[in-house]
């Protein structure tokens, strides 16, 4: 792959998912990526703002793999999605992984949570048992955890801790690309900046592009070097973070700055920095 | 005078870990036709202190605490009856809408009942009471919706309807826990700007439960913040976007995207949030408190008002810029 | 809809059909009909000669052919006792029973309900605790013991019913007694956790907070909720009665169609086994049936989604 190509191309997606009509039910057709397009440059992160319906998860299915569009084209690092899973999903897994909302549904509550991380290094990467432990106990501290929690089980600890647990896991497989989809919804809003706050200093530290998918115009707007409007399947205006927040030129944009709580800081600029805590009396 | 005044309410809970002190002194009063917000994360306490106005605490909770209403004082454990007595005119809305309303009963019914049942008025005019405030709260054909199951219905109709239910009773103060967190945001302003209008209109005074500090200062009145069972500070809440005092408010909004510049680093409280196991002696958020004094870790700071009309809980707040 | 409906009818078809075929093998695989019924010193001639005028000698797939036959034309086969339409006396009896397991199950719904009502508001308490000990013994005890208890005490030392017969009104106190309370556990420990399940939705919580009295609050988002299920446990009851009601007419020599079975399925008279269970496969799947629509007829939520 070339330095200039994206990361990520999106061409023309679409992907319907329709109920055939029978003797007893008329059919019906949902159109939940209806036309999508867009381009991720290695090392950035493109933030997909939208509400419920409007099709940025299964937009994030079709990136990860777990669904193939029905018509368009998406190319990872230069190949289409089809030819990576042709390989194996265990080699596309290297290339793209996800964090999802709820950080319980991907973690075997049976399980410590420790091993589970080791179980993922052991998939991919022929190592000692040692080995293996040293690198998660490794990628617990650079989440920001402390090493105790290898033992524990995923009841045992905090949904924030939970949440760094699985961005831990997505990482230790050393991705290129991290989906991230609605990361931080179900966290209380200061966890919630240790979350962000982590995905940032992993992006800087590991040139990690991202994919940052969220109900609130907040989180992406923090965060993204590009923001893609997504309403009703379609991503009816992207571009420039900066430039789109500030002067949104289609209406269901305007309406949904207009309708969200602090986008009134993010669109006329951060004037009314708080200073920190630690700041002046 | 205040509508209603909540003064020094605690409420403890038996678990399996030992006792829960959820609430730990919290007073707290609403005016009439002002929406209040109550804003604060998980463990904060502020569904409890709700929760135990309205009486729906549960056998297991031990609360004590006065409750001021209009010329009559009583305590929190008499709450239930004097709700029951219809003496306590106080409506409550949750998060989840759909959840609240009975399944197998057309909405229409669910919000007649209470003209009938409750006002003993004849079938026909609940009817026609229930169509005008169907169309009070935004609804747009409101004979359609009658008969109408919830589960035929968006949950942004569906709290809609939950507000009209709320109201059918004429209640003087409507809680809303959470109301808008499950919706949509574009929903939720439409939702924020309905009760809005219902308080301009009628001047019923609401409590606005949130978590999302930016969505109660610029919708509510006045703020109330809770931290660990207190509140922490109160006052208008244009001052307090402005100027927030307390070194949680200010972090918890330095927390928020936005706050600072983009890719910069959110404010992070260090630690985490400990409900109190005991009785608390000092105050809840000093083990993460930057400015934290000697005298915050032996002392439980009192809510007293503050220089500049609002009130507040610390020994060492920020100062009041010029 | 319709669509649903044909479907569950075909199934009940199958489900009838194989209900008697494998009572018309059983019936004659396991003894003769004709020894049976002809008394035991009869000479061979005679036992052949009305073998083969009741078509008995044929063998088994060709009997079941006819009979299938016949089925079709309505016409249910003769009774070995008395010649008569099998279809006919079986129906003679059909009202008896009917009337004692409507009461029986009426009983059985009023005690069940209250009781479990009753425990489902002192949830916890002694009273809870003891309705529920309750109901649990009395519906181990086998209803044959049951009913034998009953005519010790009402019959014999108290002399105040009969002990058996009917089928009037006052023979059928008892009989209906019997089925009713041993049935009633049953019922006041659904009613009771359908009851709880019910309290412990937000919708009740909301509805507390209304200003509505109490009796109505019970009568218009309690009970309604707890009624659908109770629906499918009286689809179940049924059933469950059909197959006592052989034994508790028999005691009680109650003249419905339990009794008859017991004492045909002795006499080998196999065209009157083979009507009562054709009936009564037809009466439960029926009843099954009914409990669905009734369900699809009262909850909302499955009638279909209609535009919001």
Same mark, same amino acid.
């Given at each position: 792959?070339?330095?200039?190509?994206?990361?990520?191309?999106?061409?023309?997606?679409?992907?319907?998912?329709?109920?055939?009509?029978?003797?007893?039910?008329?059919?019906?057709?949902?159109?939940?990526?209806?036309?999508?397009?867009?381009?991720?440059?290695?090392?950035?992160?493109?933030?997909?703002?939208?509400?419920?319906?409007?099709?940025?998860?299964?937009?994030?299915?079709?990136?990860?793999?777990?669904?193939?569009?029905?018509?368009?084209?998406?190319?990872?690092?230069?190949?289409?999605?089809?030819?990576?899973?042709?390989?194996?999903?265990?080699?596309?897994?290297?290339?793209?992984?996800?964090?999802?909302?709820?950080?319980?549904?991907?973690?075997?509550?049976?399980?410590?949570?420790?091993?589970?991380?080791?179980?993922?290094?052991?998939?991919?990467?022929?190592?000692?048992?040692?080995?293996?432990?040293?690198?998660?106990?490794?990628?617990?501290?650079?989440?920001?955890?402390?090493?105790?929690?290898?033992?524990?089980?995923?009841?045992?600890?905090?949904?924030?801790?939970?949440?760094?647990?699985?961005?831990?896991?997505?990482?230790?497989?050393?991705?290129?690309?991290?989906?991230?989809?609605?990361?931080?919804?179900?966290?209380?809003?200061?966890?919630?900046?240790?979350?962000?706050?982590?995905?940032?200093?992993?992006?800087?530290?590991?040139?990690?592009?991202?994919?940052?998918?969220?109900?609130?115009?907040?989180?992406?707007?923090?965060?993204?070097?590009?923001?893609?409007?997504?309403?009703?399947?379609?991503?009816?205006?992207?571009?420039?973070?900066?430039?789109?927040?500030?002067?949104?030129?289609?209406?269901?944009?305007?309406?949904?700055?207009?309708?969200?709580?602090?986008?009134?800081?993010?669109?006329?600029?951060?004037?009314?920095?708080?200073?920190?805590?630690?700041?002046?009396? | 005078?205040?509508?209603?005044?909540?003064?020094?309410?605690?409420?403890?809970?038996?678990?399996?870990?030992?006792?829960?002190?959820?609430?730990?002194?919290?007073?707290?009063?609403?005016?009439?036709?002002?929406?209040?917000?109550?804003?604060?994360?998980?463990?904060?306490?502020?569904?409890?202190?709700?929760?135990?106005?309205?009486?729906?605490?549960?056998?297991?909770?031990?609360?004590?605490?006065?409750?001021?209403?209009?010329?009559?004082?009583?305590?929190?454990?008499?709450?239930?009856?004097?709700?029951?007595?219809?003496?306590?005119?106080?409506?409550?809305?949750?998060?989840?809408?759909?959840?609240?309303?009975?399944?197998?009963?057309?909405?229409?019914?669910?919000?007649?009942?209470?003209?009938?049942?409750?006002?003993?008025?004849?079938?026909?005019?609940?009817?026609?009471?229930?169509?005008?405030?169907?169309?009070?709260?935004?609804?747009?054909?409101?004979?359609?919706?009658?008969?109408?199951?919830?589960?035929?219905?968006?949950?942004?109709?569906?709290?809609?309807?939950?507000?009209?239910?709320?109201?059918?009773?004429?209640?003087?103060?409507?809680?809303?826990?959470?109301?808008?967190?499950?919706?949509?945001?574009?929903?939720?302003?439409?939702?924020?700007?309905?009760?809005?209008?219902?308080?301009?209109?009628?001047?019923?005074?609401?409590?606005?439960?949130?978590?999302?500090?930016?969505?109660?200062?610029?919708?509510?009145?006045?703020?109330?913040?809770?931290?660990?069972?207190?509140?922490?500070?109160?006052?208008?809440?244009?001052?307090?976007?402005?100027?927030?005092?307390?070194?949680?408010?200010?972090?918890?909004?330095?927390?928020?995207?936005?706050?600072?510049?983009?890719?910069?680093?959110?404010?992070?409280?260090?630690?985490?949030?400990?409900?109190?196991?005991?009785?608390?002696?000092?105050?809840?958020?000093?083990?993460?408190?930057?400015?934290?004094?000697?005298?915050?870790?032996?002392?439980?700071?009192?809510?007293?008002?503050?220089?500049?009309?609002?009130?507040?809980?610390?020994?060492?707040?920020?100062?009041?810029?010029? | 809809?319709?669509?649903?409906?044909?479907?569950?009818?075909?199934?009940?078809?199958?489900?009838?059909?194989?209900?008697?075929?494998?009572?018309?093998?059983?019936?004659?695989?396991?003894?003769?009909?004709?020894?049976?019924?002809?008394?035991?010193?009869?000479?061979?001639?005679?036992?052949?000669?009305?073998?083969?005028?009741?078509?008995?000698?044929? /063998?088994?797939?060709?009997?079941?052919?006819?009979?299938?036959?016949?089925?079709?034309?309505?016409?249910?086969?003769?009774?070995?006792?008395?010649?008569?339409?099998?279809?006919?006396? +079986?129906?003679?009896?059909? /009202?008896?029973?009917?009337?004692?397991?409507?009461?029986?199950?009426?009983?059985?719904?009023?005690?069940?309900?209250?009781?479990? +009502?009753?425990?489902?508001?002192?949830?916890?308490?002694?009273?809870?605790?003891?309705?529920?000990?309750?109901?649990?013994?009395?519906?181990?005890?086998?209803?044959?013991?049951?009913?034998?208890?009953?005519?010790?005490?009402?019959?014999?030392?108290?002399?105040?019913? /009969?002990?058996?017969?009917?089928?009037?009104?006052?023979?059928?106190?008892?009989?209906?007694?019997?089925?009713?309370?041993?049935?009633?556990?049953?019922?006041?420990?659904?009613?009771?956790?359908?009851?709880?399940?019910?309290?412990?939705?937000?919708?009740?919580?909301?509805?507390?907070?209304?200003?509505?009295?109490?009796?109505?609050?019970?009568?218009?988002?309690?009970?309604?909720?707890?009624?659908?299920?109770?629906?499918?446990?009286?689809?179940?009851?049924?059933?469950?009665?059909?197959?006592?009601?052989?034994?508790?007419?028999?005691?009680?020599?109650?003249?419905?169609?339990?009794?008859?079975?017991?004492?045909?399925?002795?006499?080998?008279? +196999?065209?009157? +086994?083979?009507?009562?269970?054709?009936?009564?496969?037809?009466?439960?799947?029926?009843?099954?049936?009914?409990?669905?629509?009734?369900?699809?007829?009262?909850?909302?939520?499955?009638?279909?989604?209609? /535009?919001?």
């Amino acid at each position: 792959m070339t330095g200039d190509a994206p990361m990520i191309e999106v061409r023309d997606v679409r992907h319907v998912f329709a109920s055939p009509r029978r003797l007893w039910r008329t059919g019906s057709e949902v159109r939940a990526v209806d036309g999508v397009s867009f381009s991720v440059r290695a090392g950035r992160t493109f933030g997909i703002v939208g509400e419920s319906g409007c099709g940025k998860s299964t937009l994030a299915s079709l990136l990860i793999g777990d669904r193939l569009p029905q018509s368009g084209e998406i190319r990872v690092a230069g190949e289409t999605v089809q030819t990576h899973l042709a390989r194996g999903r265990k080699s596309y897994a290297r290339v793209i992984q996800m964090v999802a909302q709820d950080p319980f549904g991907t973690m075997d509550p049976r399980q410590k949570v420790g091993p589970q991380i080791d179980e993922t290094i052991a998939i991919h990467f022929p190592m000692a048992a040692p080995e293996r432990r040293a690198r998660t106990v490794a990628m617990l501290r650079s989440v920001g955890l402390a090493e105790s929690v290898y033992g524990k089980m995923p009841h045992q600890i905090s949904g924030g801790q939970r949440q760094r647990i699985a961005i831990a896991r997505a990482l230790v497989v050393e991705p290129r690309i991290l989906i991230c989809d609605e990361p931080t919804s179900a966290l209380d809003v200061s966890i919630q900046a240790q979350v962000l706050n982590l995905l940032l200093r992993m992006q800087e530290r590991l040139g990690l592009t991202i994919i940052l998918i969220s109900h609130d115009i907040r989180v992406v707007g923090h965060m993204s070097h590009e923001i893609g409007v997504m309403n009703a399947g379609r991503m009816v205006e992207q571009g420039a973070a900066a430039e789109l927040l500030r002067h949104p030129a289609h209406a269901y944009s305007r309406a949904l700055f207009d309708a969200a709580p602090g986008a009134g800081r993010l669109m006329h600029g951060a004037a009314d920095v708080i200073e920190t805590a630690q700041g002046q009396a | 005078m205040a509508l209603m005044s909540i003064e020094d309410l605690r409420v403890r809970f038996p678990s399996a870990a030992g006792t829960v002190f959820a609430v730990n002194g919290v007073s707290l009063a609403v005016e009439k036709g002002e929406i209040l917000g109550i804003v604060g994360e998980s463990g904060s306490g502020k569904s409890v202190t709700c929760q135990s106005l309205m009486g729906l605490l549960g056998p297991r909770a031990r609360a004590s605490g006065r409750v001021r209403y209009g010329t009559a004082e009583v305590g929190i454990g008499d709450m239930v009856a004097l709700r029951r007595a219809g003496r306590f005119p106080a409506a409550m809305i949750f998060q989840d809408a759909v959840a609240g309303l009975n399944p197998i009963r057309t909405v229409g019914s669910q919000i007649a009942e209470v003209f009938t049942f409750g006002r003993g008025m004849s079938g026909a005019e609940a009817r026609r009471r229930t169509l005008e405030l169907l169309t009070s709260v935004g609804i747009r054909d409101p004979q359609q919706r009658l008969g109408a199951y919830p589960h035929q219905m968006s949950g942004g109709m569906n709290q809609r309807i939950t507000i009209a239910m709320a109201l059918a009773a004429e209640p003087e103060l409507l809680i809303a826990d959470e109301p808008t967190t499950a919706l949509d945001v574009t929903v939720q302003a439409q939702i924020c700007a309905l009760l809005r209008k219902l308080v301009d209109d009628t001047g019923v005074s609401v409590i606005f439960i949130s978590h999302d500090l930016d969505l109660v200062t610029e919708f509510c009145d006045r703020v109330a913040v809770m931290y660990a069972g207190a509140v922490v500070e109160v006052g208008d809440s244009r001052r307090l976007k402005r100027q927030p005092r307390h070194p949680y408010t200010r972090a918890l909004f330095a927390a928020i995207p936005g706050h600072r510049p983009p890719f910069s680093q959110l404010e992070e409280i260090p630690g985490e949030i400990v409900i109190h196991g005991a009785e608390p002696v000092a105050c809840g958020f000093a083990p993460r408190c930057p400015r934290r004094l000697e005298r915050c870790t032996v002392e439980v700071p009192p809510l007293v008002a503050g220089e500049d009309g609002g009130r507040l809980a610390c020994f060492n707040p920020h100062r009041v810029r010029a | 809809m319709a669509r649903n409906i044909a479907i569950a009818v075909l199934r009940m078809a199958v489900t009838v059909f194989l209900a008697v075929t494998f009572v018309f093998v059983i019936m004659r695989v396991s003894g003769d009909p004709i020894r049976a019924l002809l008394p035991l010193d009869a000479p061979e001639e005679l036992v052949e000669a009305t073998r083969i005028e009741w078509g008995l000698d044929q /063998p088994l797939h060709v009997q079941f052919f006819a009979y299938v036959g016949h089925l079709l034309q309505g016409d249910f086969g003769r009774s070995l006792n008395d010649s008569r339409s099998a279809l006919a006396i +079986v129906l003679e009896k059909v /009202p008896a029973t009917l009337l004692l397991m409507s009461s029986g199950l009426l009983l059985s719904l009023i005690v069940g309900t209250s009781l479990g +009502v009753l425990a489902a508001s002192h949830r916890g308490a002694f009273l809870d605790r003891l309705v529920m000990t309750n109901a649990v013994l009395v519906h181990s005890i086998p209803s044959f013991l049951l009913g034998i208890v009953l005519i010790l005490i009402f019959a014999v030392w108290l002399g105040v019913l /009969p002990s058996g017969g009917g089928p009037s009104l006052g023979h059928l106190i008892l009989p209906a007694a019997v089925i009713g309370l041993s049935h009633a556990g049953v019922v006041a420990r659904f009613v009771r956790s359908s009851t709880l399940e019910v309290l412990a939705q937000p919708y009740i919580k909301v509805a507390g907070l209304k200003p509505l009295p109490r009796w109505y609050m019970l009568a218009a988002h309690v009970l309604p909720g707890t009624a659908l299920p109770l629906l499918t446990l009286i689809g179940f009851s049924l059933g469950a009665m059909i197959g006592g009601a052989a034994i508790v007419e028999s005691i009680f020599a109650w003249p419905g169609v339990g009794r008859f079975l017991v004492s045909a399925v002795a006499r080998r008279d +196999v065209a009157v +086994v083979q009507t009562i269970v054709i009936l009564v496969a037809l009466m439960m799947a029926a009843a099954n049936l009914l409990t669905d629509l009734l369900y699809v007829l009262f909850d909302p939520r499955l009638r279909g989604r209609r /535009p919001a």
